[in-house]
């Protein structure tokens, strides 16, 4: 008679095999709905002679970056850029050409900055999944993570005249809102507070500076033209035109209305 371990061990062996035909079956559909995608399909999932072979092939593949067609990857992007989508890059190459001590040209932006790129990236996968094709905005979101750095998801709603400094270990998730003329600097998270579902991120409001290290956690709001210091952790509503910091943080300087943190980029507390 077999016994309770052997029986969980099968058990969890035809469960692996139903997941893995699944996995295949998934892939055929989404190569045949998104041509782009094609390619890296077949190569990592349909050609691949077992489940090891799979495993294999993605994980090589996302060490090499990406195994797409140079041409079908611009058509998917030029033709998800609206002229409101490009009223927002030139409005980001602005902020950070205005904001960057170290950008010298526009052009030094547009075309070395990975903040810069991976935002602009965002927005493309953003319009994709608004538009329902959240299988390769997922898919060009991550690869703009693995090539860039910042990890923000498609779903997350970003205004525009944004600069995200450096760009090195930001965390945008899916629920959060930045809203216009706002700085962002490197490892900052804009997270949630553990595996609750619906809206769990931070709602950034205009002309909010973020400095660098910052974590932003829960749906909380950090209001218009305030600062978070480097380094804060932030777990309650901020009020708008203040300077925060600390772990966890509290409110340690009032502001003048004229003040906007996100263009003077002022890190003193």
């Known amino acids: 008679m077999p016994s309770p371990l052997g029986n969980a061990i099968a058990e ?23 041509p782009v995608l094609r390619p890296l399909l077949q190569s990592q999932v349909l050609d691949a002679q077992n489940n090891a072979a799979i495993i ?28 409101d989508i490009l009223a927002s890059v030139e409005a980001d190459l602005l902020a950070v050409r205005e904001r960057d001590p170290a950008c010298t040209t526009t052009l030094h932006a547009l075309m ?9 990236i965002h927005r493309v996968a953003h319009a994709l999944w608004l538009d329902g094709r959240v299988e390769i905005a997922s898919w060009l979101s991550n690869l703009a993570s693995l ?18 400094d450096h760009g090195s270990g930001i965390v945008i998730g899916e629920t959060a809102v930045i809203e216009d003329e706002v700085s962002i600097l490197q490892n900052v998270t804009l997270g949630g507070t553990g595996k ?74």
Request: glycine fraction near 10%; hydrophobic fraction near 50%; charge should be neutral.
């Open 56 to 83: 294999a092939r993605v994980l090589a593949g996302r060490l090499s970056v990406a195994e797409v067609d140079t041409s079908g990857l611009i058509d998917l992007l030029e033709g998800a850029l609206t002229l």
């Open 12 to 34: 969890t062996a035809a469960n692996e095999a139903s997941a893995w035909l699944v996995i295949r079956a998934e892939a055929l559909a989404l190569a045949e709905r998104e």
């Open 112 to 120: 070395n900055l990975k903040g810069f790129h991976a935002l602009q």
């Open 196 to 269: 609750q579902s619906g809206d769990r991120h931070p709602k950034i409001r205009r002309g909010v500076m973020i400095g660098a290290g910052a974590k932003i956690l829960g749906n909380i709001e950090i209001g218009a033209y305030s600062k978070v210091a480097a380094g804060s952790v932030v777990v309650k509503a901020v009020p708008a035109h203040c300077t925060v910091a600390g772990v966890p943080a509290t409110v340690v300087r009032i502001h003048p209305a004229s003040e906007i943190p996100a263009e003077t980029m002022d890190q003193n507390i």
């Open 147 to 164: 090539v860039f750095g910042p990890d923000i998801h498609p779903a997350a709603r970003i205004g525009a005249g944004i600069m995200l």
